[in-house]
């Protein structure tokens, strides 16, 4: 079984509507929690990132973290066409360089 | 400032040869890491360092090796290609901690490989 896991969709809206993502995890060390974009054919740059639990807003992206549940989201509000992506989400362990991913899901917001 | 730079940005390969993907970054970070990309798999970890001089094998590291001999470069070397190293490549770096956040990593536009 797989540490992180994530839908891998794919997930079509039409713009303006509310994406909502999430990623469950089993390693309860887990203490940071980031979501990743990533553009066809492009490195992932980091979107949201969170410490333990709690919510974060930026914008229009809101990352969630409940840790008694293991469970993570990212809520996109009035997406946009350039939206489209696929989002990872990641998480590590206090002082740990190493990231564990999910697989992605890619997101496609039409006009 | 380039950020993170990988070269070459395609290749082709046929099984046993070998290669070196290069990965440049300009920001002065200290910690710098190989990831593979595949489908439905996320980002695996291949090899990292946390400095000149010092590596670290991740999660995939079998079939690669590394080196860092500056704070600039870290080249991910495939000693003898194999289909199942058919994969996208990230190079990814960051400050160390506590300067940098743990698991703030800025990656390089990836290194496509195929072998044949």
């Known amino acids: 079984q797989k540490e992180v896991e994530q839908d891998p969709g794919p997930l079509s809206v039409p713009e303006g509507a509310i994406v909502s993502l999430n990623c469950t995890y089993s390693n309860s060390a887990f203490q940071y929690f980031m979501w990743y974009r990533q553009y066809s054919r492009k490195g992932p740059e980091l979107l949201m990132y969170t410490y333990s639990s709690g919510n974060k807003e930026d914008g229009r992206f809101t990352a969630q973290v409940d840790k008694s549940s293991k469970y993570i989201s990212l809520f996109i509000r009035d997406s946009q066409p350039s939206d489209s992506a696929t989002y990872l989400c990641?998480?590590?362990?206090?002082?740990?360089?190493?990231?564990?991913f999910g697989a992605g899901t890619t997101v496609t917001v039409r006009a | 400032n380039a950020g993170v730079t990988q070269t070459p940005k395609f290749q082709v390969l046929k099984t046993g040869q070998s290669m070196t993907l290069q990965c440049a970054q300009d920001?002065?970070?200290?910690?710098m890491s190989w990831y593979r990309q595949d489908p439905g798999m996320g980002l695996r970890l291949i090899h990292y360092?946390?400095?000149?001089?010092?590596?670290d094998q991740g999660e995939v590291p079998n079939g690669y090796n590394v080196s860092r001999s500056t704070t600039e470069d870290f080249p991910l070397r495939l000693l003898s290609a194999a289909p199942s190293q058919t994969s996208v490549y990230f190079c990814?770096?960051?400050?160390?901690?506590?300067?940098?956040?743990?698991?703030?990593?800025?990656f390089g536009e990836g290194s496509r490989l195929t072998v044949l």
């Open positions: 360092s946390v400095g000149a001089g010092i590596t």
């Open positions: 920001m002065n970070h200290e910690y």
């Open positions: 990641a998480m590590s362990r206090s002082n740990d360089y190493k990231l564990s």
């Open positions: 990814a770096s960051s400050y160390s901690m506590p300067r940098g956040k743990t698991g703030e990593l800025f």
